[in-house]
């Protein structure tokens, strides 16, 4: 559990650290410590797009350019202004993020291969700059006479040194990422890559997380470009070409995404295996490609045998475990009161001419408590909840939740965030994630990211994480999950996997919760145990639940009213009883045969 | 016609399968029933060639199935239809159901099943231009069993057929899955509803924790103690 894990490997890292120290006292060769001191730089830039790539699932081609940003800015100021390295590392770390930013906020409207273009693009463009904007650039000649790094009256002009700065540099960014990885930040850029949708549902403004991630990916480039600049004392647009941009890729790439240690293995293996071979002159290039693929096909299989034999810890039994006469975990309770009712008027939705929803107009009772939402297949239910949940935007028409204002108005992750918890017809849960780390991401919905604290080495999240941790282990426990807790989600049948999404809906403490065919898929037994959990919820917890389902008795003896949607209309509402004898509900939905 | 002896299937160090032999015969419907994380699916997973078999044979009409790759034991007409549906969201729904036919490239065979098809579902029909991905989630389910249908299989597997689907078309579905055991076919049937599975089921096996714990004819099995217990919460 990466959200909470102690580190265990401390004196591991501290032995390698210890293994660098000691390289300049037993190497002389000046060239051998300039190529390990650019290899530094390389784990640095390869940790940037980790956080990208590896973390946020986006697919960043032209990174190179981020580098760029940070070299040439460290460049010029210290060429013109003298500006001093400590100062102007930062300030590259800072210029990068902001390129990062405005890059990102156009291009992250496309995902997958089409964001991988259009960084690539970028990367170009950026070169094409570098070329051409000679009176800042100095053209393809680039600028020379950069002075070596100086910190803090520290001359940094042997290998020796520029080596021990590289290595500080990198140790700080290693912090960084350590800080990183066990923050929620980790756990939400992952949610984002698994599902971004059921991310929005948590309340996750991915946009604006997806942004944070390219800032502090290429503030890691940008502070990579400054010490380059520093060790080269000479920057041009050579150094930051398409193909040095792959290289940062390929070393990310063969090393799986995030761990640091593989990246540091990748590193060896694409940069300083093909430097020591350069005595193979031509041959260079054609040994570079044979180590790619013949590491790249090693590691692939490897990693695929050991994801297989890693296995879950789960129990052999995979029932969760139940006991009646549950209480509603207290801190669950919404801050806010609940939604007494949703004024639907006139809602419209179409898709293409398919009419789903057609002038829906009426009020659910939501201070009932749990109130049902039932109709033939393709009946407009499902796009009814996505209206309300704020995923869709109706044609027409407006959706008054009491106390939330115009939902209408509002996009799925502000409606989450306003307290509106929504579990997916077929579950969406993130995929690769514990059930623990799911349900905190229903956590997360109301409490303060530390967002200072998850980049700051040594910070402590403390306060955070025990919020947090509470709320998940209340709700967890509320469903009698919580046996499964490490265990990954991908691995557990179906009825576990409703009962995760629920848990992750109630520890968002939400003030009103949609549940789109929750039971579908559980046998009586487990039907009853939700059926109690669920009064529980509504009774206890004073949660109104908005239920669409088929199971016509499990709707009955929960409901306190009914509305029945057929072909986009609404075709009846009012009490169980009244629908069950509904000679129009019976024809287009109940059939003669009661299931 | 399909026989499987001891099968067993391991998630990692656990044991999901726990030499699990179960019988059918041509013209049955067979129901296998169990609450959640007893296997059922992992078991139709295992059959079809999807998961790695740990031990245990598999014989389709007296020949050894057990080590064919999924698209093999699909050409010997067993067809599966998986909990989580799996369509081509991005193809037509009538592209879906040409794949159903993959095998097959009688372009008359294949109007005819299609008509069969949407005789069955006809909401189907009504859409069959339509992205699968934009169907709503009973249509989805629809189209699912419809492509498994689509290729006249002699061995129908179904996981949670009834999954999403409105009660009238459920107990329609449930008609059709009598008539295509009536053609002389067998269908092997995991579903939670235990009571509308056992009532349309020949027979039945009861898994618990990965091991069959009852078996018989589904009347024995609908009064049987222990399945009440599991199945009913009685």
Redesign the interface.
């Known amino acids: 559990m990466r959200f909470v894990r102690t580190g265990k490997r401390e004196w591991a890292w501290l032995l390698v650290l210890a293994g660098f120290i000691c390289v300049p006292l037993l190497c002389s060769s000046p060239y051998a410590l300039h190529v390990i001191t650019l290899f530094f730089i390389y784990v640095m830039l390869a940790m940037g797009l980790s956080i990208i790539v590896g973390y946020a699932g986006l697919l960043v081609i032209g990174y190179a350019a981020f580098f760029a940003v940070g070299a040439y800015f460290y460049a010029v100021l210290n060429t013109r202004a003298g500006l001093p390295f400590e100062i102007a590392v930062l300030g590259a770390a800072l210029m990068a993020a902001l390129v990062g930013i405005v890059l990102g906020f156009p291009t992250l409207r496309v995902r997958g291969d089409y964001l991988a273009l259009v960084t690539l693009a970028f990367g170009e463009i950026a070169t094409q700059v570098l070329n051409n904007w000679t009176s800042i650039t100095g053209g393809p000649k680039g600028i020379p006479a950069v002075s070596s790094p100086e910190v803090f009256a520290w001359h940094a002009a042997g290998p020796g040194q520029q080596f021990y700065l590289a290595l500080a540099c990198t140790s700080l960014g290693f912090l960084i990422m350590r800080q990183v990885s066990r923050s929620p930040f980790a756990v939400i850029w992952e949610s984002i890559r698994d599902d971004e949708l059921a991310a929005r549902a948590c309340g996750v403004n991915t946009t604006n997380w997806l942004l944070l991630a390219f800032a502090l990916g290429a503030a890691f480039a940008g502070a990579a470009g400054a010490l380059f600049a520093g060790i080269q004392r000479f920057v041009s647009p050579e150094s930051f070409t398409l193909s040095e941009s792959i290289l940062i890729l390929s070393i990310v790439v063969l090393a799986g995404g995030k761990s640091v240690s593989r990246i540091m293995v990748a590193g060896c293996v694409l940069f300083c295996i093909p430097e020591a071979m350069r005595s193979l002159s031509e041959y260079r290039t054609l040994a570079f490609g044979l180590i790619l693929i013949v590491f790249t096909v090693l590691d692939h299989s490897f990693s695929k045998r050991r994801s297989?034999?890693?296995?879950?810890a789960?129990e052999?039994?995979?029932?969760?475990h139940y006991e009646s006469g549950k209480r509603f975990p207290p801190c669950l309770r919404a801050a806010k009161g609940p939604v007494s009712e949703i004024k639907l008027t006139d809602v419209s939705k179409s898709?293409s001419g398919?009419h789903a929803l057609q002038g829906v107009t009426f009020t659910v009772p939501c201070e009932k408590g749990i109130v049902g939402l039932i109709?033939?297949?393709?009946?407009g239910k499902?796009?009814l909840f996505n209206c309300i949940a704020g995923l869709l935007s109706p044609d027409q028409g407006t959706i008054e939740a009491c106390g939330l204002g115009d939902l209408t108005k509002k996009t799925d992750h502000e409606t989450a965030k306003l307290g509106v918890g929504r579990t997916f017809?077929?579950t969406r849960l993130f995929q690769s994630m514990t059930v623990r780390e799911n349900v905190f991401l229903g956590a997360f919905c109301n409490q303060r990211i530390p967002y200072l604290a998850s980049v700051i080495p040594g910070a402590s999240m403390r306060r955070f994480q025990t919020q947090c941790s509470i709320i998940a282990h209340a709700a967890m426990d509320f469903l009698g999950i919580d046996g499964f807790a490490d265990g990954k989600v991908s691995?557990?049948?179906?009825?576990?996997q409703r009962k995760v999404e629920i848990a992750r809906t109630l520890a968002m403490r939400p003030r009103l919760l949609l549940f789109d065919?929750v039971a579908?898929?559980?046998?009586?037994?487990?039907k009853?145990?939700l059926a109690d959990l669920l009064r529980t919820m509504s009774s206890e917890g004073g949660i109104p639940i908005i239920l669409v389902e088929?199971d016509?008795a499990f709707v009955t003896q929960l409901s306190k009213h009914i509305s029945v949607l057929a072909e986009g209309r609404l075709l009846a509402e009012g009490s169980p009883d009244e629908i069950l004898a509904d000679e129009r509900v019976i024809a287009s939905?109940?059939?003669t045969?009661?299931? | 016609m399909l026989s499987v002896n001891d099968l067993s299937v391991y998630?990692?160090?656990?044991?999901a399968l726990d030499n699990v032999s179960i019988e059918i015969r041509s013209g049955e419907i067979v129901a296998i029933?169990g609450?959640?994380?007893?296997g059922k699916?992992t078991f139709l997973n295992a059959l079809m060639g999807l998961i790695h078999k740990s031990g245990g044979t598999v014989t389709f009409h007296g020949e050894m199935i057990s080590d064919l790759r999924t698209e093999e034991i699909v050409a010997r007409r067993i067809s599966l239809v998986p909990?989580?549906?799996e369509l081509f969201p991005r193809m037509t729904c009538k592209d879906n159901l040409r794949m159903g036919v993959f095998l097959c490239h009688d372009k008359r065979l294949f109007e005819e099943r299609l008509e069969s098809v949407y005789g069955l579902f006809p909401?189907l029909k009504e859409r069959h231009r339509?992205l699968a991905g934009?169907?709503?989630?009973?249509?989805q389910q629809?189209l699912a069993i419809g492509r498994a249908i689509m290729q006249d299989p002699r061995l129908l597997l179904l996981d949670?057929p009834?999954?999403?689907?409105?009660?009238?078309?459920?107990?329609?579905l449930f008609q059709r899955i009598t008539e295509i055991r009536d053609t002389g076919r067998a269908v092997l049937l995991v579903e939670?509803?235990?009571?509308?599975a056992l009532e349309v089921a020949d027979r039945g096996y009861l898994l618990t924790?990965?091991r069959v714990t009852r078996s018989g004819t589904s009347v024995a099995l609908r009064d049987d103690e222990l399945v009440r217990?599991?199945?009913?919460?009685e």
Do not use: W
């Not at chain 1, 297989?308 to 879950?312: D, F, N, Q, Y």
């Not at chain 1, 579908?520 to 487990?526: C, F, P, Q, R």
């Not at chain 2, 998630?11 to 044991?15: F, I, L, Q, T």
């Not at chain 2, 939670?192 to 509308?196: C, M, Y």
């Open positions: 297989r034999a890693r296995g879950t789960l052999e039994d995979l029932r969760p898709f398919l109709g033939p297949n393709g009946a499902t796009t017809q077929r691995s557990l049948p179906i009825g576990v065919e579908s898929g559980l046998n009586e037994a487990e009853k145990e088929h016509i939905y109940l059939g045969r009661r299931c | 998630y990692g160090g656990v044991r029933i609450s959640n994380g007893a699916s909990e989580t549906r909401r339509q934009t169907l709503s989630g009973g249509e629809m949670e009834s999954l999403g689907l409105s009660p009238n078309i459920t107990s329609e939670q509803k235990a009571h509308i924790v990965g217990k599991v199945y009913f919460g």
